[in-house]
Structures are given as structure tokens and as C-alpha cells.
């Protein structure tokens, strides 16, 4: 397995438009994680998937944000209506269980103008 | 709320010489990770700190707990340019059972010949 993979690494779009991403864990990683990470700041926490279950969502996730891993493997993550202040890097992160290190793919960055 | 705080934010120093950063946080966890990022790529997982009193080295890193202070620092010995990267501690979103971190600013360390 060559890590985390995310699709697309770069994203320009308009204001207003939906932009979904995608990440794919490392196999048999049945803790996907989302992040945000905006230049000059560490990484903030979005929401969480053990399985197919979304158990943890920050208050950053607003509701134009949504996230789904339907079948416990590659996850999306959907930004309708973009925003100006949506412009970020979003990174995906895999673990196989607790108490263990997440891996990070290379992430998307997303430029909305 | 949890804060993850680090010091220094910035840092430049000289090849061979010894340098700590510090990492303070806000409420109980028993445990930290410490990350690398290089400028535009992605985060590479450094130390998993699992309970008070953990040290763990790698090379001329050396990363330690102490849960009673809220307390992590990431000791460099003898640094080399190599290391010039930014340094990143994260803890439990909620800071017991959950699973997502929260970041600190990030250490920018520039190690220079």
C-alpha cells in the first residue's frame, strides 16, 4: 500500500460552487479522520469515521460541510456553496485503531476565488 | 476548550547546537504526538507519547510527557540542516476517549550551516 491518497491535490472554484474531495486510507485503516489547515496554522480537526460511522464532528464543520464513507473505505468530503474563507488545505488522515499515529495523505488544496 | 500551545513559533539555529520546544496544553490527556511537516507536503508522524513519563528518541529527537505539567518537549541534539522543518504536538480533540487532535501553531525551525 503506497499510504493515504487524495483526489484531486489542487482545487480552484468559484464562489458559490460545490467542490466534493475524495481520500482513500491505507487498507484495512478503519479510522479515517478530516483536517484543515490553513497557511501559518496547524491543522484543526473536522470530523471523524471509525467504519462507516461518523462519530466526532467539530463545530467547525459547518452545515454546508458534509462528509460519507459509505462503505467503511474511501471517504468524501463535500463543501456546498464555497466560501472565500473555505480556502485551505484539506487533509485526510488514516489509523488502524487507537492510541496509534494517524498517517496523512498529501492532502487537497482548495482555492476559492 | 482545549489550547495546544507551542514555544517557540519561530526558531533559527545553528548547526550542532541543542534546542527544545515546548508544547503546554489545556486539559488532561494521557497522550501526544509530535509531527514533521516540510513546506508543502504533507505531516510525517514523529512520536506517539502514550502515558506520563513516555521518552522516546529517534535519532537526534527525543520527545517526553509529563501529563501532571500538561507538558511535552521535543529535545534536538546536535541539529543538522535536515531537520529544518516545522514541528508540530497534537492532542485528543476532547482530551479523553475521542480520537481527533488538536493541533498546535506549529514550531518553525530553520537549522542553518
Known amino acids: 500500500d ?5 483526489d484531486p491535490r489542487h482545487k480552484i472554484t468559484k464562489r458559490g460552487q460545490n467542490v466534493t474531495f475524495r481520500c482513500d486510507p491505507i487498507s484495512e485503516h478503519n479510522r479515517l479522520y478530516w483536517y484543515r489547515q490553513t497557511l501559518g496554522q496547524g491543522p484543526e480537526f473536522l470530523t471523524y469515521f471509525q467504519n462507516e460511522a461518523q462519530l466526532e464532528k467539530s463545530r467547525l464543520l ?6 460519507e464513507r459509505p462503505k467503511g473505505s474511501f471517504s468524501t468530503l463535500e463543501i456546498q456553496r464555497t466560501e472565500q474563507g473555505d480556502s485551505a488545505m484539506y487533509l485526510c488522515a488514516s489509523s488502524p485503531y487507537r492510541n496509534t499515529e494517524a498517517f496523512f495523505g498529501q492532502g487537497t488544496r482548495l482555492t476559492v476565488v | 476548550e482545549l489550547k495546544v500551545e507551542q ?3 519561530f526558531l533559527s539555529m545553528q548547526e550542532g547546537k541543542n534546542y527544545t520546544i515546548y ?6 490527556s494521557d497522550r501526544l504526538y ?5 513546506p508543502g507536503k504533507s505531516l510525517e508522524s514523529l512520536f506517539v507519547l502514550l502515558s506520563n513519563g513516555a521518552v522516546k528518541q529517534e535519532g537526534r529527537l527525543m520527545a517526553s510527557l509529563d501529563t501532571k505539567a ?3 518537549t521535543l529535545h534536538i541534539t546536535a541539529a543538522v540542516h535536515d531537520l529544518s522543518a516545522t514541528y508540530f504536538c497534537a492532542v485528543p480533540y476532547s482530551g479523553g476517549g475521542a480520537d481527533g487532535l488538536t493541533f498546535g501553531k506549529g514550531t518553525h525551525l530553520i537549522i542553518q550551516p
Open chain 1, 2 to 6: 503506497t499510504g493515504v491518497s487524495q
Open chain 2, 34 to 38: 509530535w509531527y514533521r511537516q516540510d
Open chain 2, 23 to 28: 508544547c503546554n496544553y489545556s486539559t488532561t
Open chain 1, 62 to 67: 459547518s452545515d454546508r460541510f458534509s462528509a
Open chain 2, 7 to 9: 514555544n517557540p513559533l
Open chain 2, 70 to 72: 500538561r507538558l511535552s
